[in-house]
């Protein structure tokens, strides 16, 4: 069992940056894969990108590519998203997930999720 708690969102002009967080507590950080997902207004939820259990891959969705970067700290149970170059279409609740056996890149890949939080960009 793990328990994640996201932090970072909030308001921001576009173009701006935000750095989200997620800090995890329960079982041992390293046994997961962590990612992050996130759901706009009347949109499905949707894969933005994924750090394997050390850091040494990463993966993201198109729209994000050269925009964010996914990093972990495992000494401090946390994985980050760096989000640059903020788009109004960016805006949507952003979810930490985690997964024990394969990278979150998919809905049924996904063991936990957090509570989400907000993140949104005016134009």
């Known amino acids: 069992q793990v328990q994640l708690v996201e932090s970072g969102g909030g308001l921001v002009q576009a173009g701006g940056s935000l750095r989200l967080g997620c800090s995890a507590s329960?079982?041992?950080?390293?046994?997961?894969?962590m990612g992050w997902f996130r759901q706009g207004p009347g949109k499905e939820r949707e894969f933005v990108a994924a750090?394997?259990?050390?850091?040494?891959?990463?993966y993201y969705t198109d729209s994000v590519k050269g925009r964010c970067t996914i990093s972990r700290d495992n000494a401090k149970n946390t994985v980050y998203l760096q989000m640059n170059s903020l788009k109004p279409e960016d805006t949507a609740v952003y979810y930490c997930?985690?997964?024990?056996?394969?990278?979150?890149?998919?809905?049924?890949?996904?063991?936990?999720w957090g509570q989400g939080t907000q993140v949104t960009v005016s134009s």
């Open positions: 997930v985690a997964a024990i056996r394969e990278m979150p890149t998919s809905r049924g890949k996904i063991d936990y």
């Open positions: 750090i394997s259990w050390s850091g040494a891959s990463t």
């Open positions: 329960g079982r041992t950080f390293s046994s997961y894969a």
